[in-house]
């Protein structure tokens, strides 16, 4: 619980303070002093601390009222330490000490008496093991750099204190400026989602910070996170993240095709999509992002390229136009406006290369030729120095543009030896600079091309819910059997495939007549069928069939078959995996073996709506193929949305349903049919 004692403390005391900067106990107090913190600054330690803006108190019994504390002794000193300040009226604690859960079982149990702790005196508690916090009123950290704090700075929360400093260090350098920093650690009451909370209800649009920035290790309460993180978002801030640790649970022993693929990684992914969060995956990424987001907005995705230097305009556009953006030619007569005035030999069709000997007069005439021009959303300027000139002229001239131009400059200054101070000194006018143009692109097009919010927008499809709980309640834990996957299926609203189980020649011969040829045998029992044989297609004949039931009834745990009327069209894939507190991840793509063989899969979270489905769907590399090319036919889209959805939907209804795998759907520009499927229960 985020309070007022943290956020705003009248006064600080930091147990285990030291004389010492070397320490966190003394560097703590040094970043305190020298970030003017108004409020009393109170060193706790039995030994002397004479440091001026501190004052010394040997024990925590001799401690006036305070409300905030900074902890840095052994871990388990800090119970008795946290113990006696509650007692005393703190209400705020952040723990820098380490030794807790992460240093196994007793450290755990720390953890579980710290909490109970602070939880019983309604108090707040940043850590353990972190690095601490910064807001306007202290800079609470034993860390440097200490940033210069900016109002509408990005708002970082890392799980890492490490991390953090690691991501303040390499922004200085592009210029990205920062306002309230959080270091949870092992986030023993006050998690992330704490904090994003505290964020969504204090949120002041054009007074808050817009750009907050995570690098998280756990998210405990996917619900409450994807909660206020999307409500943020439709406030008008803008999020990235890095998710780590993805890799460890990225493979398990699945029984069904989702299970195989629904990896971590995609989880989270699906999470961020949903709540409209820019995914990424370094440091470098969540930097460059963050950078775009703090120059003037870009309302499309045509840029211009101003440069002197061809190659780095060629990479710009190649990273560009690969990942969604374009970077469009200028139409011939307004290109003749622009190259009378540019040396001869320069090109205006877009990249617009002025040459190395272009000047700082031509540059801005470029500038204002793309700010007039309606085609042009936005403009980079790429911009080096063989180290032949001084280019200040030049960079003045972009800081004049930046300040009066209504569309977005992206600067590309390369030079950071041979035009060092300059680049420093147009940093300082407030600006932001892009070392690389590829980072630069990557980073244009993933925080244009950002997710939309979809939380919260449910849509469940119509379906007769009271047959689908009569089915789960009558049924027990593990796998349904196909009678069953059938009914829930077709209760669900699902086009399903007609078909009859048969245990014997009897019944085969009784189905036989009447259902049409060409027929399909699948086995019953087996949960890979084709792995073993189990699946035999196009039988145009009594006698075939006879011989391949006999075949299949041979096969190791085969209980019987399916015999199926045969529906022609291309195969499609949809699977749903329980994910315990994040709900259901929902799988779609191409069906078949090429689930596995491609791995070509979208995924999203339950409830999905059609829209949202319908982006899924049209992400897939598969999608000419289910929208039909070269005369061939495609696959029915919209009753393919709508099976998803209804799959989504269905999940969503039945939470006791951990597994479901459809694979394949058979489309065709009528239908979308299941033909095989399975469903497993937890209960």
């Not at 992460?102 to 707040?124: F, H, P």
């Not at 998690?191 to 290790?217: N, Q, W």
């Not at 209760?491 to 495939?497: C, E, I, K």
Request: aromatic share 6%; charged share 20%.
């Amino acid at each position: 619980m985020i309070n007022s004692a943290l956020q705003n403390p009248a006064s600080i005391a930091v147990i285990g303070a030291s004389e010492n900067t070397g320490k966190p106990g003394g560097k703590v107090l040094l970043n305190l002093i020298k970030g003017n913190f108004k409020g009393n600054i109170f060193a706790v330690n039995p030994k002397p601390v004479n440091i001026r803006g501190a004052i010394h108190v040997p024990d925590i019994s001799g401690l006036p009222h305070t409300d905030l504390a900074i902890i840095s002794i052994p871990a388990k000193s800090c119970i008795e330490a946290v113990e006696k300040l509650s007692e005393r009226g703190t209400k705020a604690f952040i723990i820098f000490s380490a030794g807790f859960s992460e240093a196994g079982n007793e450290g755990r149990e720390l953890e579980i008496k710290l909490r109970e702790i602070i939880d019983s005196y309604n108090s707040c508690l940043i850590g353990p093991n972190c690095i601490g916090m910064v807001n306007q009123n202290f800079k609470g950290v034993f860390t440097t750099p200490l940033h210069e704090y900016d109002p509408m700075g990005c708002e970082l929360i890392s799980s890492s204190g490490a991390t953090a400093v690691f991501i303040i260090e390499a922004a200085q350098s592009t210029g990205l400026k920062f306002s309230n920093i959080y270091s949870i650690g092992n986030a023993v009451q006050t998690g992330a989602e704490d904090i994003l909370e505290f964020m969504d209800e204090t949120y002041e649009h054009g007074k808050s910070p817009r750009v907050k920035l995570l690098y998280l290790e756990q998210i405990k309460h996917p619900v409450k996170f994807i909660k206020h993180t999307s409500s943020l978002i439709r406030k008008g801030c803008y999020i990235a993240a890095i998710k780590s640790g993805y890799s460890e649970s990225g493979s398990r022993a699945a029984s069904s095709h989702t299970g195989a693929m629904a990896t971590s990684d995609s989880l989270i992914r699906a999470l961020f999509k949903k709540a409209g969060i820019v995914y990424c995956s370094s440091r470098e990424e969540l930097i460059s992002v963050a950078c775009i987001w703090q120059n003037k907005e870009l309302k499309g995705n045509n840029i211009a390229i101003i440069t002197h230097a061809g190659g780095s305009a060629v990479m710009l556009t190649d990273t560009l136009t690969s990942l969604g953006m374009n970077v469009p030619q200028i139409p011939t007569d307004s290109g003749r406006e622009l190259l009378p005035l540019l040396h001869p030999g320069s090109s205006v069709n877009n990249p617009i290369d002025f040459l190395a000997t272009g000047t700082a007069e031509q540059l801005g005439i470029i500038i204002d030729f793309c700010e007039k021009l309606k085609l042009i959303d936005g403009m980079v300027v790429v911009f080096g120095s063989a180290g032949l000139f001084n280019v200040q002229s030049a960079y003045d001239k972009l800081d004049e543009k930046m300040k009066t131009c209504e569309k977005p400059i992206y600067t590309v200054l390369p030079s950071l030896v041979n035009a060092r101070e300059e680049i420093d000194n147009f940093i300082s006018k407030g600006h932001i600079n892009f070392s690389d143009e590829v980072v630069l692109g990557k980073a244009l097009a993933h925080s244009y091309l950002k997710p939309k919010p979809t939380y919260g927008l449910t849509e469940i499809a119509d379906m007769d819910i009271t047959t689908i709980r009569e089915v789960i309640s009558e049924a027990d834990t593990g796998y349904l059997s196909t009678s069953q996957v059938r009914q829930i299926l077709q209760s669900a609203g699902l086009d399903v495939v007609n078909q009859r189980e048969c245990f014997s020649l009897n019944d085969l011969t009784e189905t036989a007549k009447s259902m049409s040829f060409p027929l399909a045998l699948k086995v019953i029992g087996p949960i890979h069928k084709t792995d073993v044989g189990g699946v035999s297609l196009n039988i145009n004949s009594d006698e075939i069939l006879q011989s391949e039931f006999e075949r299949m009834m041979k096969i190791k745990g085969v209980k019987g078959v399916l015999v199926q009327e045969t529906i022609y069209g291309k195969e499609l894939y949809c699977g749903a995996m329980k994910e315990n507190k994040y709900g259901h991840l929902i799988l779609c793509g191409l069906g078949g073996i090429f689930v596995e063989v491609i791995n070509d899969i979208a995924y999203g979270l339950a409830p999905l709506n059609k829209d949202e489905t319908s982006t899924m769907i049209k992400s897939l590399k598969g999608y000419p193929i289910i929208k039909g090319f070269r005369n061939r036919n495609g696959v029915n889209e919209d009753k393919f949305i709508d099976a998803v959805v209804r799959i989504s939907s269905l999940v969503y209804v039945a939470p006791e349903i951990t597994e479901l795998d459809v694979n394949p759907f058979i489309g065709n520009p009528d239908r979308v049919v299941s033909v095989d499927a399975r469903i497993k229960l937890a209960k």
